[in-house]
Every structure is written in C-alpha cells, then in structure tokens.
C-alpha cells in the first residue's frame, strides 16, 4: 500500500495506484473524522512544518489541522515576503529548519519548482501545498475524492473545470489527476484564460458556460483571482459573471442537476451566484472536510513510509 | 623570443587561405616567416608541435558581460579577459549593462584600463541610451571617441521607436551598428519559453511573438534611417525569416546566436534548473532547427556566448527568481564543433568567419592578418579533442553553466595576442628574451 514516491509534488506522473492508495486511505480518516474523538497516534513523535511563503488561511489549517489529528508536532513558518527581502535565501531557511530535525515540509510558494528544489537540498518528505501556478496536488486529491463520494466513479466522468485555467494550479493539478484516474476532462473559460497549447494535454476546451453544463456531469469552478494580475485577461467582472458565472437560472434553463466543486474561497456573484453557491447541487463545505482527510492520508502515507 | 609552430594546419576564411602542416615562426610576437623553415630559422625557438590541430585568426566574441564596473563578485575584466582567453578568443566585445552603465567616456576608459595588459583585446559596447533607460540617446560621438564599437541598451531593447530612430540616425554618423536585445517589454514578463512545457511547468511564460515584433520594428526602422542593426542572440525561428527576407532586400541587418540556442530546447528546463534560465528562453526543436538552417545560409552572421555570469547565491534559488544567463565563453568553441562541425551542419571555415571574421567586420574591428610582420592574433583549436566541461576549472570567476560534466569534441588549446600567449594555464609574454 506504499506510494511509489516519498514525496507529493504533483499529480504529474503520479501512477493510478498512488492516487488510487490516496483515496482509499483518505476513507479510512474520513470515518475518524466523525467520531467524537477524531485524533489517532498515527504520526506521533513526528515533527512537520508548515512552510508557507505565501498566505493561505485555509490551506495552512486544513494541513495543521490534518497534522494534529494524526498527533504529529506541527509547526507553523510562515514568511511574509518583506522577511525573504531581507536576506535569507530559500536554501539557508530550509537548512535551519532542517536542522531543527523535522520530518516533513508541507510547502507553499508563489515559485512554480519551488518544492521540487526543496527535495534537492534537504531531506525531508516534501508536500507540495501550492506552487505558482503550477500544482497543488492535495486540492486535487480532495477534488477527486470528493467527486468519487458522490458521483461513485472517476472512471469516464464528464468534467469541465471552468475559470482562468492559465493561472491555476488547482486546474493543472486536477487535470493530471482526472486524467490519470480515466475522466473526460474539458476546460471553459475566456479565451485569454486557456494556455495556447492545452489541446495537447488531451482536453477539450469549451467558451460557452451553457455547452460546458450541458455536456459535462461535475463543474469544478475556480475562483477568478479578483486582486491579482489576472485581473487584466479579461474586461469586467461584470462581463465575466455574466458570460462565465453559473446562476441557477443557468442551470434550470439546462435542466441540468450538475454537480458543482469550487475550491474557495467564493467570490459570490462572480463565478457562483449565491443561490448555486449555497444550493443542493454544490459540496463546497463538502470539500473542506474531505481536503483535511486527505490531507491526513498524504500525511500518513508518505510519514509512514520511512 | 622566437617561438615556431609547427606541422599545424592554418585557415584564414577572410583571405582565403587552407594550408596543411605547414610552420610559422614568430619573433617577438610578430609573424616572421610563414611555410618552409629552415633550420637557422628554427635554432633558438621554442617549439609547438601542432600536428592535427588548425590554427585560425583570433576568435572573437562580440556579446559578453564582464560585470565591472559594479558586480565585481561575478567577474571582472580580468576574470573576463581570462575565461575568453581560456575559451580561445583573443577579442570581446563587453556590454554596457554595468552599474553604472557604459554609458559615458570615463567608464570606457576605465574598462579599456583594465583590459591593458592582458592578451585578449576588449572593446566596450555603450549603451544606446543614457543610463540604457530608453529616453535620451547616449552621447555617442564621445563614446566612440572613447573607443567604443557599437551601442546597445541590451537586457532590454530600445524603448521606444522614437529613440530607436534618433540611434540609427546618429550611430550612422560613425558607421556604428545598433546592438538590440529584441523583446517587447509589454509581453516580456514571464520566466521561460511559451508553450505546452511553460503550461506544464507552471512558469511565466515569454512568447516568442515578443522577440519577433521588436526584430520586425527594428528591420523596419533600419531600411528607414539606413542605419545598421545587429540582432544579438536570434532565437525563434520568426525572427530568423525576418532576418533573411531583410537581408535579400538589402536591409543593414546582421545577426548572432548563442551555443545554447542552437543545443538545447525548453525540454531542458523541466527539471526547473535556473541554469536553463536565460534570456531570450531556450525555445523549441523547431526554433533549434531554423536556427541551424540560417547559420548554414548566412543568415545568421556570428556566434556569440553572450557569457552572463551569476554568483551562486543568486542563481541557488526559486527559478523565477533566478537572474536570466549562462557562463558561456569556455564552452562556445566546444559546443559550436560538436553541434555544427561534427555534425556536418557546419564546415569549419564557416565556423571561423562566424567565431572570428564577421563579429569583427560588424564591429569596424580589423580582421588580424597572416603575412608576415602582422603581430600574431591566433587560435590553435584541436578540433578532434574529446573533453568534459567542468565548471571547478573554469577561469571566470562565474560558475553557472548547464553545461556541465557535458562530453564536448573540439577546444581551442592556445591563443597568441599582443605579443603573449597562453596554453595550458600558462601565460608567456612573446617580446621577451
């Protein structure tokens, strides 16, 4: 039941069987997760830290609280950029840390690489919590899993992620993932918002919202950085919501009950309206509690395999 | 002191001549006698048995970045000047993007200083614009009086069309090229190649369509004021056809590209090795083999490291936060034998002019002459010789190549200039006794 890798990266390249292990472990702490007591011993005595280099409210308690339930010791880094400024290099913290004899780094950083050059100067297990607008493999696991629960199979499922495809790593990572797991995966968004050469990736992509509902089983919705430099692909949010967003007029004029992920946080009104957002055919909470037994299984999974 | 080479065979594209095992004699430093030599010729000269390697005028590398004044911690002219001997190059031509940049008579003279005494002859590129900043034009009649042979704000292209125009115009006065980094600034943000692998690997991406819009703009603007444009480091195969169709119409167009261009494609920075982080990005096999094709047809005059060294610290970290360049002077000769030469891309004679004549011919430099009573400017090559890059042995004071541990045929073995010479980590000064 081992992985075939000591660390987490991405879902590039990851075999069927791993993601498969993933899933299948991430159940068993599914079920701890209801009980009343929900920690077990699993990873006692082992230290992780959280490396975050960029701020992630929910990434960071989805993993520390993954961490606890398995009582590892868990520590928090995070590093504002205004401290990376001012001098230390990403290599010299991670010999400091290193040094302090932890186990495991879960990392985030705005660097697309960043966790795969932490595997060449140090020794812990690497996780990868975000990378640029590379990976973010534990999204995507969660996201698979999440669509095992309810749909029951990833075998040929119908799946459209929708949203600036170009700058997600939630979107790189779920395509690699469905795609290994045998789903039909398709991509809809402004066209300023699909890399050129996507097509090359075995996908399908699709500009209508209406086309996307239609032909697709499960809707994984990005959220459209509203802050960032990804602002400028396209004209207005006015415009995106109206042409991209999902309303349940949308979905009732396609009399699709479609099942609708969104990895949050929602930009409500944007991308999802409120009534779809907080609608039957979503499991966006759903996901929150799925991405900390995930979370768990990777944990456990690559911890246990020293 | 008269040194003799012997039994080497000697090519000079520029005039012509391909002899066989045949001899030179220096005195001095100078040419003395060439062909047949007799035994007084020889009694009293060190000899250097040549057999099997080519001798050829100087090599010359027209874009590098000697780092002084300013990042002395990465190279300085000496350094430099070191690392090009070692390659093989007895003539550089420096990039002004110094701090401060070159951009005025006194950091001309000082980096002319610098060189003085050494074996490899620098010349300074300025910058186009003051400060390289793209507003106003540099004062280009001092800088040339200064000693400086053509003017480039490279790192970036000339900001504006505006100010590109007033270049060509007053670098015209002075037969003085125009050296442009072609890049438009508006979709230059990104780390790496555009493409499936940029998608695949999560970087910014640079698209090509960048560097073919600035070729384009400066083509145009070249056949407009007729002044003459030099295209440093062509790497797409746009720019490439742009630059041949402007040839054929008559256009003052020239062009250089890197060793790594012609090597290695954007499948090398999988691996997220800020060593494969330059720019212009490594792009695509189909680049690679345009690239080729207009080497084999002139289109492409000159090739050049554009040697960018790095210190370790910058380049040992996140790749987008990498500074762009390669260490690249004691690998061009190796790498241009063993991707053109040996592979039948390339004769050897056309590897000289674009290793030695054309950059000097595009820089108004002359051309060193073999005949007797020149002073000896010569590159001894073995061509056949199986090495492996090493970047601990390099001379400059930079170590960050992707070439290493590279097996590589052919190396340029002893360079001759200035009356010394330099083979085998040593230094001879020729005018003594």
């Not at chain 1, 697309?112 to 990868?128: D, E, F, H, Q, V």
């Not at chain 1, 395509?175 to 990736?201: E, H, Q, W, Y």
């Not at chain 2, 080519?54 to 190279?75: K, M, N």
């Amino acid at each position: 039941m081992a992985l075939s890798s000591r660390h987490l990266l991405g879902l590039q390249g990851v075999p069927r069987e791993d993601i498969q292990t993933i899933l299948d472990t991430a159940n068993t702490f599914r079920e701890i997760l209801e009980r009343p007591i929900k920690k077990v011993p699993t990873l006692q005595g082992k230290t992780i830290v959280n490396l975050f280099y960029e701020s992630s409210t929910r990434t960071r308690i989805s993993f520390e609280l993954a961490e606890k339930r398995l009582s590892a010791d868990a520590i928090n880094f995070s590093v504002s950029v205004s401290s990376v400024s001012k001098g230390e290099t990403l290599k010299d913290t991670m010999k400091n840390i290193e040094a302090m004899k932890v186990d495991m780094v879960v990392v985030r950083h705005s660097a697309a690489g960043t966790p795969l050059y932490l595997t060449k100067i140090c020794n812990s297990n690497i996780i990868n919590a975000g990378d640029g607008t590379h990976e973010h493999p534990t999204q995507a696991l969660l996201d698979m899993y999440s669509i095992r629960q309810k749909v029951g199979r990833l075998e040929g499922l119908k799946i459209c992620i929708v949203g600036d495809i170009a700058h997600s790593r939630v979107a790189l990572s779920n395509i690699f993932g469905l795609k290994t797991m045998g789903a039909k995966v398709s991509v809809c968004g402004p066209s300023t918002m699909i890399p050129r050469d996507i097509n090359n990736l075995g996908i399908d992509v699709i500009y209508d919202i209406d086309e996307a509902i239609q032909e697709n089983e499960v809707l994984n919705v990005l959220r459209i950085q509203l802050e960032r430099k990804a602002r400028e692909y396209f004209p207005s949010i006015r415009e995106y919501a109206k042409y991209f967003g999902i309303t349940q007029e949308r979905l009732d004029k396609n009399g699709k009950d479609i099942l609708i992920l969104h990895p949050g946080p929602i930009n409500r009104g944007v991308e999802l309206s409120s009534e779809v957002a907080d609608g039957s055919s979503q499991i966006i909470l759903y996901q929150v509690t799925n991405g900390v037994a995930i979370r768990m299984a990777v944990l456990y999974l690559l911890g246990t395999l020293n | 002191m008269k040194i003799v080479l012997k039994n080497v065979d000697i090519i000079h594209p520029g005039e012509n001549i391909n002899l066989k095992a045949t001899s030179v004699l220096l005195t001095d430093g100078m040419i003395s006698k060439l062909g047949e030599l007799t035994n007084d010729d020889i009694s009293d000269a060190r000899e250097f048995d040549y057999s099997g390697k080519i001798l050829v005028p100087g090599l010359f590398d027209i874009h590098v970045h000697l780092r002084e004044p300013g990042r002395e911690d990465e190279e300085t002219v000496v350094t430099g000047c070191n690392s090009a001997a070692t390659g093989g190059f007895t003539g550089v031509a420096c990039m002004p993007n110094t701090e401060p940049a070159i951009d005025s008579a006194e950091v001309v003279k000082f980096i002319k200083e610098q060189a003085s005494n050494h074996l490899v002859d620098v010349f300074p590129v300025a910058a186009a614009s003051l400060g390289r900043k793209g507003e106003i034009i540099s004062p280009m009649a001092e800088l040339i009086e200064a000693g400086v042979v053509a003017f480039s704000d490279d790192g970036v292209a000339v900001k504006t069309a505006s100010v590109l125009r007033r270049a060509f115009e007053y670098a015209n006065m002075y037969n003085a090229p125009i050296i442009e980094h072609c890049e438009d600034e508006s979709l230059a943000d990104g780390t790496m190649n555009e493409g499936i692998n940029s998608t695949l690997l999560g970087l910014p991406a640079l698209p090509s369509v960048a560097e073919d819009i600035i070729v384009s703009r400066d083509i145009l603007m070249a056949e407009y004021t007729g002044g003459r444009v030099h295209i440093a480091h062509i790497s797409t195969k746009n720019s490439v056809n742009l630059v041949r169709e402007a040839k054929k119409k008559g256009i003052k167009v020239t062009s250089e590209v890197t060793p790594h261009h012609f090597t290695l494609t954007d499948d090398a920075v999988k691996t997220y090795d800020t060593n494969m982080k330059m720019n212009p990005p490594l792009r695509t096999q189909e680049d690679v083999i345009a690239i080729i094709k207009g080497l084999k047809d002139g289109t492409i005059d000159c090739i050049a490291s554009d040697h960018a060294p790095h210190s370790i610290e910058e380049k040992e970290s996140e790749f987008q936060l990498a500074p762009n360049g390669i260490v690249g002077l004691e690998t061009i000769v190796g790498l241009s034998f063993s991707e053109l030469v040996h592979k039948n891309k390339i004769s050897i004679e056309d590897l000289i002019r674009k290793l030695s004549i054309n950059p000097r011919k595009i820089l108004n430099i002359p051309i060193p002459k073999f005949e007797v009573g020149a002073i000896a400017n010569f590159t001894i090559i073995d061509p056949d010789l199986v090495w492996t890059v090493d970047i601990s042995k390099f001379k400059s004071k930079s170590k960050n190549s992707p070439f290493d541990k590279r097996l590589l045929t052919g190396k340029a073995i002893a360079v001759i200039n200035r009356r010394k010479m330099y083979f085998d980590n040593q230094w001879f000064d020729l005018s003594g006794a």
